[in-house]
């Protein structure tokens, strides 16, 4: 048996810097000691090194994708509570959750109800799915995208910026009703949608169903091709429920007076909670 070749540690470290494989850097000098003292061959010592880097790479970008995203992280999956929405089906939202083909075809998700039904949490908890499965995710209010696709405009950057945002898989348009005003202002929007269109994919969260779309595009026409071509491929919630924190209010409220639930029921403005529409 040859003597072992003596290794220099720091210079071993300094390499693994320059190579920019920091996980290495700290595991190296565990596993190379229990290597020597299990005999392990060379390439197992040097495969699991390598596994562990890209493990931890890959959970680095992750992060780097969650952080990006802007997605609010308290607005997952695990703090979703189905029940609350019968008519959404649960199977049908975790099959969206890992992605693939709906993704990869540049397919939508349009999510309409009233304040409060858990429009924006149900599609944050499906952007934070798919940022674990490797996609990139950004969650915006619209009107804060739509000013932006403006100034962009101003700038002669638009064509630019649409580029740029094509490097995520999903881009989630938080409050599409909000997003109105004047024309040059909305006919970015019209612009982002033709732009990904079978392409990226958009999810939408709004307040009124197409019907009260006229208010976000500037003249019929653009709001008939913006639709057209949302919905082409496309998967509809509607969340026709009643505000999530009202109902969770009244719960609490009625559990501690339990017999006057009749004082709770009728709501000023009670949307009609219930109702149960769910187009594939
Ligand atoms: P919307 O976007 O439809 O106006 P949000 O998603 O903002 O409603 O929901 C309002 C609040 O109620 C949020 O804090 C949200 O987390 C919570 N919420 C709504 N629906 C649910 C649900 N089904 N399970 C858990 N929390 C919910
Ligand atoms: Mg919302």
Known sequence: MNAPIPHDSARLTLMLNELRLPTI?????????????????ATRLLGALLEHELAERAKRR???HRTESRLDPTKTLATFDFSMVPMVSKAHVMALATGDAWL?????????????????????????SLIDAGYRVLFTRT???????????????????????????????????????????????????????ERRSLLITANQPFSGWENVFPDPGMTIAAIDR???????????????????????????????????????????????????
Not at 114 to 120: F, M, V, Y
Not at 146 to 152: D, G, H, P, S
Request: overall charge negative.
């Open 25 to 41: 850097g700290r595991l190296w000098p565990e596993f190379a000691q229990r290597a020597d003292k299990e005999g392990w061959q």
């Open 104 to 128: 990869e075809k540049g397919a939508n998700v349009l999510v309409f109800g009233p304040p409060g039904g858990g429009k924006s949490h149900l599609g944050s908890a499906i952007g934070h």
């Open 143 to 197: 009107s804060e995208l739509v000013q932006k696709l403006q100034a962009a405009r101003q700038s002669l950057q638009l064509p630019a910026t649409l580029a740029k945002l094509d490097r995520f898989d999903l881009i989630i348009l938080d409050d599409l009703s909000y997003a109105r005003k004047d024309q040059a202002e909305t006919s970015v929007l019209f612009e982002l949608i033709a732009e990904r269109y």
């Open 230 to 280: 949302l919905v082409h491929h496309s998967t509809i919630f509607e969340m026709n429920v009643e505000s999530y924190r009202r109902r969770t209010a009244t719960d609490k409220q009625s559990s501690r007076r339990q017999s006057s639930s009749d004082n709770d029921s009728h709501d000023d403005n009670d949307e009609g909670g219930g109702a149960t529409t769910m187009t594939p």
């Open 62 to 64: 992750i992060e780097r």
